[in-house]
């Protein structure tokens, strides 16, 4: 069974760019989560889908940030313009564990804004 | 607040030795559960162990084993006779199951280094 799947593994774009990360999350995972680590800093949670549906988005940024999850299955998340601040690597996540919430994480987006 | 507290950042331990993780953790949520996550240098988050705050027991998978100290709001990582493939960061993680909505918190990682 494929894992959870995140395209670009790397990015280097300039200020004021947009740039567009993928997820892909386990089939069959209703919960997707998106996640950011800033280097030596603590994962932050972004937001929470739940198939289409944004569940919980009390941790995006600002309105710089998009995210969607087009038919419940592959997630996207948008970046425009970015900022120097967004550098950082974005960890998508998926989860079909209610009892527990265990998630299944991508090996993440190194994003770097230049 | 933090929520989630790993106070070392690095820390180093002899092949075939034990190691301990420090977590510790906050909320008022008597319903939650902690994890610990491992990242080695392939980037991937990897899921090691689970303990429930109503769970009895401290929770074992193999080599890893949380010690649980509810009163002190604790959740430390044992891993025990390490192995050089340990070396990798480790993340503590917390989900309030009433209060914190779906979503997993975690602290800022300890990176752990295993010498031959």
């Known amino acids: 069974e494929a894992g959870v799947t995140q395209f670009p593994s790397h990015s280097v774009i300039e200020k004021g760019q947009t740039v567009t990360l993928r997820c892909d999350p386990i089939s069959g995972h209703d919960n997707l989560y998106w996640y950011r680590r800033v280097m030596g800093k603590e994962i932050k949670f972004l937001l929470h889908?739940?198939?289409?549906?944004?569940?919980?988005e009390s941790g995006m940024p600002n309105n710089r940030f998009l995210a969607e999850r087009t038919g419940g299955t592959y997630s996207t998340l948008k970046v425009q313009p970015a900022e120097l601040e967004d550098s950082g690597v974005y960890f998508c996540?998926?989860?079909?564990?209610?009892?527990?919430?265990?998630?299944?994480f991508g090996s993440g987006t190194q994003l770097s804004v230049l | 607040a933090q929520k989630i507290t790993q106070t070392q950042p690095g820390m180093f331990v002899q092949e075939k030795e034990a190691v301990t993780l420090d977590c510790t953790y906050d909320?008022?949520?008597?319903?939650?559960?902690l994890f610990w996550y491992k990242q080695p240098s392939s980037g991937e988050m990897i899921f090691l162990i689970y303990?429930?705050?109503?769970?009895?027991q401290n929770a074992t998978e193999g080599r890893y084993s949380l010690n649980f100290q509810k009163a002190r709001k604790s959740a430390n990582l044992v891993i025990s006779a390490s192995q050089l493939g340990d070396s990798a960061m480790y993340f503590c993680?917390?989900?309030?199951?009433?209060?914190?909505?779906?979503?997993?918190?975690f602290g800022a990682g300890t990176r752990l280094f295993v010498k031959a």
């Open positions: 996540a998926s989860s079909q564990d209610g009892r527990t919430g265990k998630l299944f």
């Open positions: 303990q429930g705050s109503y769970d009895q």
């Open positions: 889908f739940v198939k289409e549906s944004k569940q919980d």
């Open positions: 993680a917390m989900r309030e199951v009433n209060t914190g909505g779906f979503k997993t918190i």
């Open positions: 909320t008022s949520d008597p319903s939650y559960g």
